[in-house]
């Protein structure tokens, strides 16, 4: 089993930035792909960033592209997600995923995921 924490959320103005951050504990060697999900209120989970086992590949929703940026460190089995430029559209629950293969076509699936933290809150303000 896999467990996993975010931690970095909070409440900025446009155009500010946050850094997320997701520990991921257990078989942490069993970790392959892993991705950032957000949900807003009244809105389906959706993809935002996904990232390989190793860190060579990374995938963005075009609606944060330019603007966050997926990295991950195996040594502190931790994923990050730095997000710049935001916006209030940005605004929703963020959510850690993991899952025990590869990234391929299909990072942005949810159910494809097999563990999920917990999620931490972003609220940007105009």
């Known amino acids: 089993q896999v467990q996993l924490v975010e931690s970095g959320g909070g409440s900025v103005q446009a155009g500010g930035s946050l850094r997320l951050s997701c520990a991921a504990s257990?078989?942490?060697?069993?970790?392959?792909?892993m991705g950032w999900f957000r949900q807003a209120p009244g809105k389906e989970r959706e993809g935002v960033a996904g990232?390989?086992?190793?860190?060579?590949?990374?995938f963005y929703a075009d609606s944060v592209k330019g603007r966050f940026t997926i990295s991950r460190d195996n040594a502190k089995s931790t994923l990050y997600l730095q997000m710049n430029s935001l916006k209030p559209e940005d605004t929703a629950m963020y959510y850690c995923?993991?899952?025990?293969?590869?990234?391929?076509?299909?990072?942005?699936?949810?159910?494809?995921?097999?563990?999920w933290g917990q999620g931490t809150q972003v609220t940007v303000s105009s």
């Open positions: 995923a993991a899952r025990t293969w590869g990234c391929s076509a299909t990072w942005s699936l949810m159910n494809d995921y097999n563990y």
């Open positions: 257990g078989y942490t060697y069993s970790i392959g792909c």
């Open positions: 990232i390989t086992s190793g860190g060579g590949s990374t």
